[in-house]
């Protein structure tokens, strides 16, 4: 099962390396990873697509929430929203293909980014399957290049991914 | 005061006496700000010993332990001992120094990305840039690494932050958002686990290393309730070894009656471990007749994660344990017992009758001359286990052992910190003639701080585990195990460091050799030649399950 996962972390250093070094030891494999700060100073998030059964999220999630650093960890199975964004470059090579092309661009709600001779670059959004078959359109054609950015998601309605509701630890005695 | 001084003073709060360290250029501030504290700083003769010593001094005191190194060969030193603390669950916090912060990344002399190398091997670790963040530091350090599953953590400090000027607060509070270890176990589960245990006819209650501050609760709750008691390697001790309920160790040299009660029970109570493959076996045939396994533990990965868990409890042993305990009845488990007493005579843990001198006689003529009342370490490999078997732990906190990692050589170095954290006792090393030479230069470690650690080397001449297992399973080709031709004598050995030794070859001299150890005052270093070719058993080799045990040694006869 494809599964989309979404954790806040604090903004250190290394923070990143950590949770990815955490997947490559515990064998978990990443499909994408999508990083960046949020609104509030201090905090990052995270977004990353794994494959897995219910025992490897389980154990995903509870490994990452053994990070010191990590704020919280959200698997998405609740509706939910998922974005990707891709630039996708192909080659074109006259103009019945560039009129083709600019029509599955359209299809698609790519906008034109870069525009050259032999070549169209496109800007496309949405959920990953239609970033994928968006390139699978243009295929045909000779990609020249693609980058994805992996996909990001946010649960629906008024409910947010926050840090879990705690008060600075009052020392307690050792032993 | 600058950055090394204000390192100490957040250590002394933190109510740190003991450090195990070694100096060098990278760490020079701190050994200088240590000159005037008051802190008794061990010094080690490699660093992997500050670390095993710093994780047996947590071990055995329940204290945070604390190791120093330097930067780059220093700080690396430490990586076997921080994996065995992690892994074993010690708490420890790592000091060690870095290049100046200019020279991070240059590829300077003697640097390396300790951070990056411990992460694995940490529980958390920290670099810091500023000397105004060390005293915050500290106590994040410190809490993390006794608080929820203990472990080892690292803070790493370049040489010129311990020597920047120190204009920061010392804070009373840590402040973690990201940290709550949860530790009372959930009201609704232990109703559930106490029911469920009402409802077993053939329950066994197995207990580990997370269960060792959790003894008194352990014991009242096993008395309560008349269940049979299985502690793991590192739950020796959690429950008394000579109480009737304790049926001994689980796994590949545990006793046939563990095993067989885990193979047969219908219900698991698993306190505080984390079903490791050497407890397990085959993970698709362990406890196959086990409707239901309860688990408590304070680390929530370990629930689940490698045996189906129908009821689990996250939280720490001791106040899980205390509930239920609490709200446990007596169970009427006649039947269960007397299959478990018929085991148990058939299958007793047997001393082959040989005619040479054999590694559990000696344990057990230790445990016997000392009324099972030393603190004991150990090497790994077949005179560890043979301890597991034959010498029965009473009290908690008195057995210190690399689990986990399984690593040579912990056993003088755990020796030296269990020593440093209780003065008084006495404490044993059993160790191997291949695993003591991993670590044998703390000897002078011993020797400089007068420790009266006993080292008893049960010298087989062999890497005895190795040799075992090409024997059964290797054809006895016995490839690069034998010790014997180099290996040196011993007792010569210490008298280079200035330390007594003793010899014994023959039975017939064991119980002298035994009160020579035991009567001299400082330390010892003592050789039992054992038998060559000694067998550990019960085995169920690598990968097999409680069905596949040899019970006792497969040769017929051996030769002498
Ligand atoms: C650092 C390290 N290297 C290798 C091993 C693999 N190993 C496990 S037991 C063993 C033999 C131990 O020999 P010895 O210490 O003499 O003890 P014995 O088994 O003979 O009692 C070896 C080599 C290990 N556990 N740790």
């Keep these: 099962m494809r599964h989309i996962v979404s954790v806040l972390v604090e903004d250190h250093p290394r923070v990143l390396t950590r949770i990815t070094a955490l997947f490559a030891r515990r064998g978990f494999n990443i499909e994408s990873l999508a990083v960046g700060r949020t609104h509030q100073p201090g905090t990052s998030r995270i977004a990353f697509v794994v494959r897995g059964d219910d025992h490897t999220i389980e154990q995903v999630e509870k490994q990452l929430n053994r990070l010191v650093e990590v704020l919280k960890v959200t698997d998405h199975t609740e509706p939910h929203i998922e974005r990707e964004l891709a630039l996708v470059k192909v080659h074109v090579a006259g103009l019945e293909e560039r009129l083709e092309i600019r029509e599955i661009a359209a299809a698609y709600r790519a906008r034109t980014v870069d525009v050259a001779r032999r070549a169209l670059t496109f800007e496309v959004t949405g959920e990953p399957s239609k970033v994928e078959s968006f390139i699978e359109q243009l295929r045909p054609y000779g990609l020249l290049e693609t980058m994805r950015t992996g996909a990001v998601a946010m649960s629906r309605g008024v409910k947010a991914l926050k840090p879990r509701e705690k008060e600075a630890v009052r020392e307690k005695e050792a032993v | ?560």
């Excluded at chain 2, 908690?396 to 440093?420: D, H, Y």
């Excluded at chain 2, 050799?513 to 030649?529: I, K, Q």
Aim: proline share 7%; aromatic share 8%; charged share 20%.
């Design chain 2, 1 to 560: 005061m600058n950055g090394a001084q204000a390192l100490l003073q957040a250590l002394i709060q933190e109510g740190v006496e003991h450090v195990f360290g070694h100096p060098g250029g990278a760490i020079m501030p701190v050994y200088d700000a240590l000159y005037d504290a008051p802190i008794q700083h061990y010094l080690v003769r490699h660093e992997q010993a500050a670390a095993h010593a710093a994780a047996a001094y947590h071990r055995v005191s329940g204290r945070v332990g604390v190791c120093l190194a330097t930067s780059g060969p220093g700080a690396l030193n430490l990586v076997t001992g921080l994996a065995d603390a992690l892994m074993d669950s010690s708490a420890v916090v790592a000091i060690t120094g870095n290049v100046p912060r200019a020279l991070i990344g240059t590829d300077a002399f003697q640097e390396a990305d300790v951070t990056g190398a411990t992460m694995p091997v940490t529980k958390h670790n920290y670099l810091v840039t500023r000397a105004d963040d060390l005293p915050r530091i500290v106590k994040e350090a410190f809490y993390i690494a006794r608080t929820g599953r203990p472990g080892p953590v690292l803070i790493d400090i370049p040489k010129d932050v311990q020597l920047e000027a120190f204009t920061g607060a010392f804070p009373e509070r840590v402040h973690l958002p990201g940290y709550r270890p949860t530790e009372e176990g959930h009201p609704r589960q232990i109703e559930k686990a106490l029911a469920a245990l009402e409802e077993a006819e053939r329950p066994v209650l197995m207990v580990g290393g997370g269960a060792r501050h959790a003894h008194a609760e352990i014991r009242a709750f096993a008395e309560r309730t008349g269940i049979p008691v299985i502690p793991t390697l590192h739950g020796l001790g959690a429950f008394p070894g000579t109480h009737p309920q304790c049926l001994g160790m689980p796994g590949m040299h545990g006793t046939v009656a563990a095993n067989r009660a885990v193979q047969y029970c219908d219900l698991i109570l698993g306190i505080g471990l984390r079903f490791d493959d050497r407890v397990t076996g085959r993970l698709e045939r362990f406890a196959p007749h086990a409707r239901t396994i309860i688990h408590v533990d304070i680390d929530p990965a370990e629930v689940g994660k490698l045996v189906p868990t129908h009821i689990p409890v996250v939280g720490d042993a001791k106040q899980v344990t205390a509930e239920l305990a609490a709200g446990a009845r007596p169970l009427r488990l006649e039947g269960w017992w007397r299959t478990i007493r018929a085991w148990q005579e058939q299958y007793p843990l047997r001393i082959p009758e040989r005619p040479y001198l054999q590694t559990p006689e000696v344990i057990r003529a230790f445990w016997e001359a000392t009324g099972g009342e030393a603190i004991v370490t150990s090497g790994v490999g077949q005179h560890q286990m043979f301890v597991t078997q034959h010498y029965p732990f009473n009290k908690p906190r008195a057995w210190v052992t690399s689990g986990g990692l399984g690593t040579m050589g912990f056993g003088l170095p755990a020796a030296i910190g269990a020593q440093v954290a209780r003065p008084d006792a006495l404490v044993i090393d059993f160790d191997g003639d291949g695993s003591f030479q991993m670590t044998l230069q703390e000897l002078a470690t011993l020797v400089k701080y007068d420790l009266p650690v006993k080292v008893v080397i049960l010298n087989n001449g062999f890497l005895g585990m190795v040799r075992q297992w090409q024997e059964l399973f290797h054809a006895r080709r016995y490839s690069e195990v034998y010790l014997a031709d180099s290996n040196p004598d011993f007792a010569k050995l210490a008298a280079a460091y200035g330390i007594p030794g003793v010899r014994v070859e023959r039975r017939e001299d064991l119980a002298k050799g035994v009160d020579a150890v035991l009567g001299t005052d400082g330390p010892v270093v003592a050789e039992f030649r054992v038998h060559h070719e000694e067998g550990v058993f019960p085995m169920i080799p690598a990968g097999g399950s409680a069905e596949d045990m040899i019970v006792e040694d497969p040769r017929e006869e051996v030769k002498a």
